[in-house]
């Protein structure tokens, strides 16, 4: 069975840290880019992070350039999202997910060009 699992998740004070990982399981994703996406209550999902199918290259949201890092381990079949001096406003379900596309030559924030997704962890960033 393919699928993606978060972990890592949970509850922090303001300017705290936390490691999201996300465990791919039935089959390799070295040559595919990987994203971090985030959902709040009431809002729409919203790009976070995306690191290329090798580690090279790397882009971020708007809201969290300078305090979130993306990395992955493809010998692990894993991307971590280290998230820096946490905000309110972080607090959100996270979401990892495999680009569609295969050695895809471009870095892409939009959910619809992802395929497959995990289940979420929460956040919640309390003030």
């Known amino acids: 069975q393919v699928q993606l699992v978060e972990s890592g998740g949970g509850l922090v004070q303001a300017g705290g840290s936390l490691r999201l990982v996300c465990v791919a399981s039935?089959?390799?994703?070295?040559?595919?880019?990987m994203g971090w996406f985030r959902q709040a209550p009431g809002k729409e999902r919203e790009f976070v992070a995306v690191?290329?199918?090798?580690?090279?290259?790397?882009a971020y949201g708007d809201s969290v350039k300078g305090r979130f890092t993306i990395s992955r381990d493809n010998a692990k079949n894993t991307v971590y999202l280290q998230m820096n001096t946490l905000k309110p406003e972080d607090t959100a379900v996270y979401y990892c997910?495999?680009?569609?596309?295969?050695?895809?030559?471009?870095?892409?924030?939009?959910?619809?060009?992802?395929?497959?997704w995990g289940q979420g962890t929460q956040v919640t960033v309390s003030s």
């Open positions: 690191i290329s199918w090798n580690g090279g290259r790397t």
């Open positions: 039935g089959r390799t994703f070295s040559m595919y880019s």
């Open positions: 997910a495999v680009d569609g596309v295969r050695a895809r030559p471009t870095l892409v924030g939009v959910p619809r060009e992802y395929d497959l």
